[in-house]
């Protein structure tokens, strides 16, 4: 059975930095898509930032230049390093994870299977 386990979640101040990281246990990992989305109250659940087992990986327009997305093989993690901490970045942030998400799909929360979850970030002003 797959698992996926965030952490790092918190409460900071706007312009803070935090990382949050993804245990992903039970299956593959090197096989895995891995991803972070977010929600925030009130609003739909948005894509973050994406990489796969080649660790190319790509970043929503709204993150570019403040958060980067990495992933350590060897310990079966994923990151989330956000910098600039934004009030507009409160949400819960889940990580995400499949073995068979097609390129064009990679942005959409349908199509990852593994979900954590879910860590709070609050960015207050």
């Known amino acids: 059975q797959v698992q996926l386990v965030e952490s790092g979640g918190g409460l900071v101040q706007a312009g803070a930095s935090l990382r949050l990281a993804c245990e992903v246990s039970?299956?593959?990992?090197?096989?895995?898509?891995t991803a972070w989305f977010r929600q925030a109250p009130g609003k739909e659940r948005e894509f973050v930032a994406v990489?796969?087992?080649?660790?190319?990986?790509a970043h929503a327009d709204f993150v570019k230049g403040r958060f980067t997305i990495s992933r350590d093989s060897a310990k079966n993690t994923v990151y989330l390093q956000m910098n600039s901490l934004k009030p507009e970045d409160t949400a819960v942030y889940y990580c995400?994870?499949?073995?068979?998400?097609?390129?064009?799909?990679?942005?959409?929360?349908?199509?990852?299977?593994?979900w954590g979850q879910g860590t709070q970030v609050t960015v207050s002003s």
């Open positions: 995400v994870a499949d073995a068979n998400v097609i390129f064009s799909s990679r942005r959409t929360a349908a199509a990852y299977k593994h």
């Open positions: 039970g299956g593959a990992f090197m096989s895995y898509t």
């Open positions: 990489t796969n087992r080649y660790r190319q990986a």
